[in-house]
T-cell receptor, first 116, second 115 residues
Framework: GAVVSQHPSWVICKSGTSVKIECRSL??????MFWYRQFPKQSLMLMAT?????????EQGVEKDKFLINHASLTLSTLTVTSAHPEDSSFYIC????????????FGSGTQLSVL | QKEVEQNSGPLSVPEGAIASLNCTYS??????FFWYRQYSGKSPELIMS????GDKEDGRFTAQLNKASQYVSLLIRDSQPSDSATYLC???????????????FGQGTRLTINP
């Protein structure tokens, strides 16, 4: 099946710094990628949809200036958490696929972010 | 009303029994439905997808879909301790804007299989 690679797997940073997370589709072209956030013992919450070559679509309540998404190519989307705070500590997961054709989404391995 | 709703559990089932997981969704126009399994600290792993009303079987897993009732379920037969995990129901939903789609997850059901 398709593979989605996410990097880094975990990151620890100081409050106020920015963190970039990369999501790559390894064997298919992904015009759309999705970014989810998961707090402990909670479900996956969709943060934004990353669209290749255009602006991302953010879900209600997600600050677009804080969570910067760039989807510059058909195989790479990045999520940058700017001016991170301890409340941003979470498990961030990207996924890619072709939902419009009813196909499955493939998930990256996730990034555990801890902000001190 | 939540877009996708599951019984949060926890659900405890003896080894060898049938585990039954349920999910309801709000968007009547949804066409694609998925069950994922997630172990602690890991990404979700796709178990089943279902698109048509009725049952779909894959090994010990059976997904059931009833679009009229906006209900989808997952049955696990001959439950094994290794089936212990959180099970996530996901529904492909239409966006209001641009006609695009998004995958929305339920809150997950924590399942424990007792030896």
């Amino acid at each position: 099946g398709a593979v989605v690679s996410q990097h880094p797997s975990w990151v620890i940073c100081k409050s106020g710094t920015s963190v970039k997370i990369e999501c790559r589709s390894l064997d298919f072209q992904a015009t759309t990628m999705f970014w989810y956030r998961q707090f402990p013992k909670q479900s996956l919450m969709l943060m934004a949809t990353s669209n290749e070559g255009s602006k991302a679509t953010y879900e209600q309540g997600v600050e677009k200036d804080k969570f910067l998404i760039n989807h510059a190519s058909l195989t790479l989307s990045t999520l940058t958490v700017t001016s991170a705070h301890p409340e941003d500590s979470s498990f961030y997961i990207c996924s890619a696929g072709r939902l419009l054709q009813g196909e499955k989404l493939f998930f990256g391995s996730g990034t555990q972010l801890s902000v001190l | 009303q939540k877009e996708v709703e599951q019984n949060s559990g926890p659900l405890s089932v003896p080894e060898g029994a049938i585990a039954s997981l349920n999910c309801t969704y709000s968007d009547r126009g949804s066409q694609s439905f998925f069950w994922y399994r997630q172990y602690s600290g890991k990404s979700p792993e796709l178990i089943m997808s279902i698109y048509s009303n009725g049952d779909k079987e894959d090994g010990r897993f059976t997904a059931q879909l009833n679009k009229a009732s906006q209900y989808v379920s997952l049955l696990i037969r001959d439950s094994q301790p290794s089936d212990s995990a959180t099970y996530l129901c996901a529904v492909n939903m239409r966006r209001v804007v641009r006609g695009a789609q998004k995958l929305v997850f339920g809150q997950g059901t924590r399942l424990t299989i007792n030896p």
